[in-house]
């Protein structure tokens, strides 16, 4: 049977799909099964961050992440997704995908693998330790992008030192912006009360400089803390920089970042640079491994607890 076809088995992709990371936890996607027989994923426009955000690139790349989710979830169902990206832009812009299915076909012990871990990975904004990821795992990391058409580049000590510099300067810049401080503070802060759940999860205040961690605002009785000495970074890229290309970035970084959880390794965001970028509407230009779609920070961090989702109703279109 389909997985679509039931109002049980679509409510499972509809709570599968949600757990995605998004930009600022905005969760900006929807989806609707079709007669039972396909399903679409589509953005929802009222989730989108009209100041940061105006390319909708990070829409994009949160639309990717739930969509890989929800390749996962039709795989551990006993199917193949069978996925057409951007299918009929022309008459409606906000689909971004439309998912069919194949003959039954069992998952492979890794797809289980990646699936069981969904609702446990978690964004980390907390200090990792400083033992150094291993290489064996980082190539695990790499080859996940790669499945996805992306490419995960590790950065070197001095490359790393470098950007985070970059970062500092973007978010210099931003704090400067009134509109995008007002587009921040309404998500990670009063936008999650506003809709009846508990607040953004915050991460402590960094007393480094420069900082490896975003600071989101007010962090209770925490006072600034100090990260590790040589963070990992890592930019995710792709071959272009247009939807397309933002929709496999999403399934990229959703497939690593699960594959980070199986090896107990955590991630968190440094995308101030990106969100400059996109304000000012301005494509990434073209490097020799491609456009950054994402900065992160991977290490191994302490436990967390999770972001709060959309309730799975909400999630249908």
Same mark, same amino acid.
């Given at each position: 049977m389909s997985p679509f076809a039931t109002e #049980?088995?679509? *409510? /499972?992709?509809? $709570?599968?799909?949600? %757990?995605?990371? +998004?930009?600022l936890n905005t969760q900006p996607w929807r989806l609707e099964a079709i007669r039972g027989e396909f399903a679409e994923l589509l953005a929802d426009p009222d /989730?989108?961050? #009209?100041?940061? &955000?105006?390319?909708? /690139?990070?829409? *994009?790349?949160?639309c990717g992440a739930a969509l890989f989710n929800l390749r996962l979830a039709v795989r551990t169902a006993g199917h193949r997704p069978l996925v057409w990206l951007l299918p009929n832009t022309a008459e409606e812009p #906000?689909?971004?995908?439309?998912v069919r299915v194949s003959t039954y076909r069992p998952a492979s012990a890794r797809t289980r693998e990646l699936y069981d871990r969904i609702g446990l990975r978690r964004t980390n904004r907390e200090p990792f330790g400083e033992r150094r990821v291993p290489e064996q795992v980082l190539a695990d990391l790499r080859h996940?992008?790669?499945?996805?058409?992306?490419?995960?580049? =590790?950065?070197?000590? *001095?490359?790393? +030192? &470098?950007?985070l510099e970059y970062v500092a300067i973007a978010d210099d810049e931003?704090?400067?912006d009134g509109d995008y401080q007002a587009e921040l503070r309404a998500w990670t802060m009063s936008g999650n009360r506003r809709e009846g759940l508990p607040s953004y999860v915050q991460g402590p205040g960094c007393a480094d400089d420069p900082a490896p961690v975003r600071d989101f605002?007010? *962090?209770?009785? /925490?006072?600034?803390?100090?990260?590790? !000495?040589?963070? %990992? =970074? !890592?930019?995710?890229?792709?071959?272009? @920089?247009?939807?397309? @290309?933002?929709?496999?970035a999403g399934q990229a970084l959703q497939r690593l970042?699960? $594959?980070?959880?199986?090896h107990g390794i955590s991630a968190s965001f440094l995308n101030q640079p990106l969100d400059l970028r996109d304000m000012? #509407?301005?494509? &990434?230009?073209h490097h020799r491994r491609g456009h950054i779609q994402m900065i992160m920070r991977l290490g191994y961090g302490p436990a967390v607890p999770r972001a709060p989702r959309r309730p799975a109703a909400e999630l249908r279109e």
């Amino acid at each position: 049977m389909s997985p679509f076809a039931t109002e #049980r088995a679509f *409510h /499972r992709l509809l $709570t599968v799909a949600g %757990q995605a990371p +998004s930009v600022l936890n905005t969760q900006p996607w929807r989806l609707e099964a079709i007669r039972g027989e396909f399903a679409e994923l589509l953005a929802d426009p009222d /989730r989108r961050l #009209r100041v940061s &955000d105006p390319r909708g /690139r990070s829409l *994009h790349v949160s639309c990717g992440a739930a969509l890989f989710n929800l390749r996962l979830a039709v795989r551990t169902a006993g199917h193949r997704p069978l996925v057409w990206l951007l299918p009929n832009t022309a008459e409606e812009p #906000r689909l971004l995908a439309a998912v069919r299915v194949s003959t039954y076909r069992p998952a492979s012990a890794r797809t289980r693998e990646l699936y069981d871990r969904i609702g446990l990975r978690r964004t980390n904004r907390e200090p990792f330790g400083e033992r150094r990821v291993p290489e064996q795992v980082l190539a695990d990391l790499r080859h996940a992008a790669s499945c996805e058409g992306a490419c995960l580049v =590790l950065l070197g000590r *001095h490359a790393a +030192s &470098d950007l985070l510099e970059y970062v500092a300067i973007a978010d210099d810049e931003l704090a400067k912006d009134g509109d995008y401080q007002a587009e921040l503070r309404a998500w990670t802060m009063s936008g999650n009360r506003r809709e009846g759940l508990p607040s953004y999860v915050q991460g402590p205040g960094c007393a480094d400089d420069p900082a490896p961690v975003r600071d989101f605002g007010p *962090h209770g009785e /925490r006072g600034p803390v100090h990260f590790e !000495a040589l963070p %990992q =970074l !890592a930019v995710l890229t792709t071959a272009g @920089d247009g939807p397309l @290309d933002w929709l496999r970035a999403g399934q990229a970084l959703q497939r690593l970042l699960l $594959t980070a959880t199986v090896h107990g390794i955590s991630a968190s965001f440094l995308n101030q640079p990106l969100d400059l970028r996109d304000m000012r #509407r301005r494509s &990434d230009p073209h490097h020799r491994r491609g456009h950054i779609q994402m900065i992160m920070r991977l290490g191994y961090g302490p436990a967390v607890p999770r972001a709060p989702r959309r309730p799975a109703a909400e999630l249908r279109e």
